[in-house]
């Protein structure tokens, strides 16, 4: 078995420094970005009871009906504008914002600007 690639071990770090200072609770979720290269996945937690409240992907249908994006980064926004309209759904409109360990620029970026169009705060 090779060894796992430089940059995710880095990821990997920083997510894991970052995940001992961030907690979701019940009235303050976290909402979780993970970003693949074709794809871009968020969740909103609540961390206390290891519930997933809210969570949206550039792989559901709802997604893949629009028309076509210009790149990847606007379907992170329409994602981050998914999850923001559901988690409102739900009573949610504070969270805490968990960038997973990826700098915040791009798609992470993205998610979090269309989240906030939808109404959350952090």
Known sequence: MGSMNFRKKA???????????????????????????KHVYAQVI????????ATASSMEKTVKEQPEFENKV?????VGKLVGERAAQKGINK?????NG?????????????????????
């Open 11 to 37: 990821r990997l770090k920083r997510k894991n420094s970052i995940r001992k200072k961030m907690f979701g609770t019940k009235g303050r979720p976290r909402m979780s970005v993970f970003r693949s290269a």
């Open 46 to 53: 609540d961390d206390s009871m290891g519930h997933t409240l």
């Open 102 to 122: 990826f700098l915040y620029h791009g798609r992470v970026k993205a998610v979090s600007d269309g989240a906030r169009e939808a109404g959350l705060d952090f």
């Open 95 to 99: 969270v805490v914002f968990d960038r």
């Open 74 to 78: 606007a379907v992170a926004k329409f």
